[in-house]
């Protein structure tokens, strides 16, 4: 991993071996959203997270977690990102241009 002096190591490992490896120009979104829509679901199984996924018609991905035990009167918290661009990482030593 290229990456693995970065904290929270969870945050750099998704970047490195999702977004980093995966084509995502302006407007052409759809190989790092089915990379999304595969990985996100396979990665919360195999760590015991339910969440639930869908897509709107214009490809936005929306993905839902319920709250923690004893947290379900808490504010809910939504964190918003773009899926397009590749010229972020490719400054980066070691990952591909």
Not at 6 to 21: D, M
Not at 54 to 70: F, R, V, Y
Request: proline content about 8%; aromatic content about 6%; hydrophobic content about 40%.
């Amino acid at each position: 991993m290229v990456l693995e002096n970065l904290e929270p190591k969870s945050v750099w490992e998704i970047f490195e071996y999702v977004f980093s490896v995966t084509p995502r120009e302006s407007k052409k979104e759809e190989k790092i959203r089915a990379k999304l829509k595969s990985w996100i679901p396979e990665r919360a199984k195999s760590l015991g997270i339910n969440l639930t996924l869908s897509e709107d018609e214009a490809g936005n991905i929306l993905i839902k977690k319920p709250a923690s035990p004893g947290m379900e009167s808490a504010p809910a918290l939504l964190l918003q990102g773009h899926m397009d661009g590749r010229y972020l990482c490719r400054s980066l030593p070691g990952l591909p241009a």
